[in-house]
Each structure stands twice: as structure tokens, then as C-alpha cells.
């Protein structure tokens, strides 16, 4: 009896002069191609989907970069066990197909399991949320590369049929690497990416199994969920939602205050007071430059939604401001809802990375706002080295100031100790405002000022009574800080800042 997949498959004897239809042979291969690409596109999709709920730092991504290694390999394996039992590419294209329905339940399951997961750590939450979520289908689609090896190997010449596999499932994996960074995510979000993968290897499961009409036509079947149920809404306190290239920009309302989230819901980029300047948040206190300092021009690092410039406004209503934010989006929605905009009259706002741009900018400021953060509490490491305070203070004016947030909720404050450490390499003097809600106000100047002539700067400064107000707090807990002897210096060769701030985080100050 012929077999049922003779006309699909082609498979013939096995003497040397063995070929295969042309038409599948190109098949197997750009199964090989386009698994490579799913592949990649489902491990930087992770990155994004845990961001707002398990983290976005490089403990994540080391985390889940190490159990999605593990899943390739166990799919190696099993591919390579399967292809020597196999007559046919059945196997194989049901496994394909399989791995594209798991996909379907990871786009509306995923979300509910990270929210249960989000308390138990970088590591633990994520390994679990990889080998529950990820791990599956990767196995899966990464039997393709040995199992089409075995397929084609049959007509001979072993070396150049694996190197043409790799090379085309390697290619594929570019392509995924930048379908998905630069195309999927930013234009179209996390969810729908994930549903391009999900139908990209459903269909692919299927097409393979064209000679099975009935598993097939199963197999789609399933994709018409996507045509039957709705996206889901934003949650009601949340107005306002966008993916970028760097973020999950998130604006949330509630209470009667507005906050800008950056991947991770729990920690505000910006706070604002809804039809109020003061909200009561650390970005109040960059208030405080313009009574320390007498200067006409600010810039600022790491505008996110603009709090700190407009409370700056309100104290000097004739500074110019030069606001520089890497994410466009985050510009979108400053303009959208926290009323800052660019204005030629007094405020121009660059999209750019803070440290590339200052590199070029060749202006010199009176003030430097520094607010640096991404995915929640984590600084990205090359903004507070001593390099890059140094590239700072070639821009500060000799009577300048520097203002800077350090978030820092761990009992021997290790982050704000070598925070204060790499600062003193480069200024003068270094104080600090610490607040009860474990942000730290740093402010250096490049002039020997001592804490008194600080404290008369801030007492007797402002007319307005909430500025008063603040002014006079501020003048009360500022003080002289002089890192500990053996803490590290940040420098462009060694900032182990997410190693601190991950302490901060585990064991926080009671």
C-alpha cells in the first residue's frame, strides 16, 4: 500500500541518485528560515511583555535569555530523536502547528499568570513565566533545523545540507531580530506581535500538513478567535497607552493625579496634580535650583512628562530650557497631558540619547536637571559614570548646579554612597535632600559651597508661599554627604549600578 503522504513528501529510495520534488525541498527550507525568525521574535517579545509586571533590567533578560537556551537545546535534541523515527515531515509540521496554539492561549493567558508572578522576584518570577509562557513553543519550533537536516540528508551530502539549514535558520533569525525591533513592536504593540508569531506558525503548521485536509482546516480553526474576541480595553484608570523602541508608555489617572509609567506600573516617571503646580512628589524639589543658583538657562536629562520643568517655571518664569528624552513617545504624551510642549520662545526639546547629545552640545547651563531612569527604579549604567558627569560639568557654568534623583530604599543606601562617590571625582561640593519615600536630591556644583551658605540661600528665598514652604524644608534636612571609604566609583569600565539597586530592592529599609 503506497503511503498517504507519498506525493507530499517525495520520498524515494535511498540510493545516491536520490531527489526530492524541488518544490518541497524549498518548502523544508524556508520552514528552517521562517522558524528562525519566530524564534527570535518570541524572545524579544518576552522582554517587553514582562517589563510592566516582573521588571526591565539586565537580571530579566539574563534570566530569560538562559531557560529560552535551555528550551532550544531540549528542542534540538528532541528534533534530531524525532526526525530518525520519522518516514515523513508529519511529525515535524504537527509539531509546528502545535506550537502556533500554544502560542494562541500565551496571547490571552499570558497576562494573567504574569500578574500572579509579579511578587516573586527577577529571577524566580521570570525563569517561571519563560518555562511556562515561552519554553513550550520554542522546544517546539526548534526541532525544525535537525529535523529538516534528517529530511534532506536522505538524498546525500550531510555537510552542506546542515550548513544550508543554519545558515538559512540564522537568517531568519535576523530577520525576526528586526521585523520585531524595529517594525512589530513600536508600530503595532506587544499583543499584536505576538499574534503575527502565533498565526505565522499556525499557518506554517498547516500549510506542511496540506495532504492532511482534515488536520489542516483543525489546525486553522482556532485562528478565528482573533476575529471573535476583542482586543482588550485599557483598564479604567489607565487613559493613554504606546510602544516604542525603548518603552511601554503607560498614563494613568486616578485620585486626581496623573502619572507617567515607563514599562513598570508601580514606579512614576513623572507626578502630577491634576489643575495643581505642587504634587508632593521628589521632582517638586528641582524647584529648589533656581534659589541656589541665579541663571537664565536649564537643561534637562531625562525630561519624561516635564515635572521638573514646570516647577522650575514657577520659581524662574524667564529661564530657557533645553529638555533632551530619548523616547518619542513620552514626548507625545507630554504634550497630550501634562501641557509640555516645545516653544520657541523658552523651550526646545530634543528626542536624543542624554549622552550622545551632550557629547555634541557645545552650550554651557546654569542648571542640570539629571532624571535618568527606564523600566521603573534602574539607571541605565552610562549615565552616571564619572565620564559622564565629567562630559556634565564640561557644560555647567563655574557657578553652576547639578540636581540629581537617586532612588535608594536600601538600609546602607550602597547606590546613594556610590552615586555621592562618583559625583566627588568631579565636583566640588555634594549635597543631599533625603526624602522619606527613598528618592535622594543630589545637588553638586563644581564651587566649594558650604552647607550654611546653602541653607541662607533656601531660607530666606521666595515670595511664594508653597516655594516658602519648600525652600524652608529643604534648608531643614539638607546636608554634607561623604561616601564611605571602599565605596565603588561608577566608570564607563566597571558600574555594577543594577547589582546595587537590585539590593535595594530585595531588601529594602524597614
Given amino acids: 500500500m503506497a503511503h498517504p503522504d507519498d506525493a507530499v513528501v517525495g520520498l ?9 520534488p524541488r518544490a518541497r525541498v524549498v518548502f523544508w527550507l524556508g520552514t528552517a528560515t521562517l522558524t528562525g525568525a519566530v524564534i527570535m521574535g518570541l524572545e524579544l517579545v518576552s522582554f517587553r511583555l514582562y517589563a510592566p509586571y516582573l521588571g526591565y533590567s539586565i537580571y530579566v533578560w539574563g534570566s530569560m535569555i538562559s ?17 530518525d523515527r520519522s518516514e515523513s515531515d508529519l511529525p515535524l509540521y504537527a509539531t509546528v502547528l502545535a506550537s502556533g496554539l500554544y502560542q494562541l492561549v500565551v496571547v490571552f493567558g499570558a497576562l494573567a499568570l504574569l500578574r500572579r508572578l509579579e511578587g516573586w522576584g527577577e529571577f524566580t518570577g ?10 513550550p513553543p520554542m522546544t517546539a519550533l526548534a526541532i525544525t533545523s535537525p529535523f529538516v537536516i534528517r529530511l534532506l540528508a536522505r538524498a546525500g551530502r550531510v555537510g552542506v545540507t546542515a550548513g544550508r539549514v543554519y545558515a538559512l535558520s540564522t537568517v531568519g533569525s535576523i530577520a525576526g531580530v528586526l521585523a520585531t525591533t524595529f517594525l512589530l513592536i513600536p508600530r503595532f504593540g506587544t499583543r499584536m506581535t505576538l499574534i503575527v508569531l502565533c498565526v505565522a506558525s499556525v499557518v506554517l503548521g498547516a500549510a506542511g500538513l496540506a495532504a492532511f485536509k482534515r488536520i489542516a482546516l483543525v489546525g486553522l480553526l482556532p485562528l478565528t478567535i482573533f476575529a471573535l474576541v476583542p482586543a482588550p480595553g485599557l483598564p479604567i484608570y489607565e487613559i493613554w497607552r504606546a510602544e516604542s523602541v525603548y518603552n511601554s508608555v503607560r498614563v494613568i489617572r486616578w485620585g486626581g493625579y496623573l502619572w507617567l509609567a515607563l514599562n513598570q506600573l508601580r514606579y512614576s516617571h513623572t507626578t502630577r496634580k491634576e489643575r495643581a503646580l505642587w504634587a508632593g512628589s521628589y521632582q517638586d524639589d528641582y524647584a529648589l535650583g533656581p534659589l541656589l543658583v541665579r541663571g537664565r538657562r536649564l537643561l534637562v536629562l531625562g525630561m519624561g512628562a516635564g515635572a521638573s520643568i514646570i516647577v522650575t517655571r514657577a520659581v524662574a518664569e524667564d ?44 552650550r554651557t547651563y546654569d542648571l542640570v536637571h539629571v532624571d535618568l531612569y527606564h523600566g521603573g527604579p534602574y ?12 562630559l556634565v560639568r564640561a557644560r555647567l557654568a563655574a557657578d553652576g548646579l547639578l540636581i540629581m534623583n537617586v532612588y535608594d530604599l536600601g538600609k546602607k543606601r550602597e547606590l546613594l554612597s556610590a552615586t555621592v562617590a562618583t559625583l566627588q571625582r568631579v565636583f566640588a561640593t555634594v549635597a ?18 558650604t552647607l550654611d551658605s546653602l541653607r541662607a540661600a533656601l531660607v530666606g528665598a521666595g515670595s511664594d508661599e508653597k516655594v516658602g514652604e519648600l525652600a524652608r524644608r529643604a534648608a531643614s534636612r539638607i546636608a554634607e554627604i561623604r561616601s564611605p571609604e571602599g565605596a ?23
Fill in 12 to 20: 524515494v529510495n535511498n540510493s545516491a541518485g536520490s531527489a526530492f
Fill in 67 to 83: 531557560v529560552v537556551m535551555a528550551a532550544l537545546s531540549a528542542g534540538y535534541a528532541l528534533g534530531g530523536w524525532m526526525a
Fill in 126 to 135: 521570570t525563569v517561571l513565566a519563560t518555562l511556562l509562557i515561552f519554553a
Fill in 319 to 362: 529661564i530657557q530650557v533645553d529638555a533632551v528624552e530619548i523616547d518619542p513617545q513620552v514626548v507625545e504624551a507630554a504634550g497630550l497631558f501634562f501641557g509640555i510642549r516645545s516653544d520657541p520662545r523658552w523651550l526646545r526639546i530634543h528626542v536624543a540619547d542624554a549622552r550622545p547629545w551632550l557629547a555634541q552640545d557645545s
Fill in 379 to 390: 539607571i541605565p549604567f552610562y549615565l552616571a559614570t564619572e565620564e559622564f558627569f565629567r
Fill in 432 to 449: 543631599v535632600l533625603s526624602r522619606d519615600d527613598g528618592n535622594h536630591i543630589l545637588f553638586a556644583s563644581p564651587q566649594k559651597r
Fill in 488 to 510: 565603588p566609583v561608577f566608570t564607563d569600565d566597571h558600574a555594577p549600578i543594577e547589582e546595587l539597586i537590585r539590593k535595594t530592592l530585595v531588601a529594602p529599609q524597614p
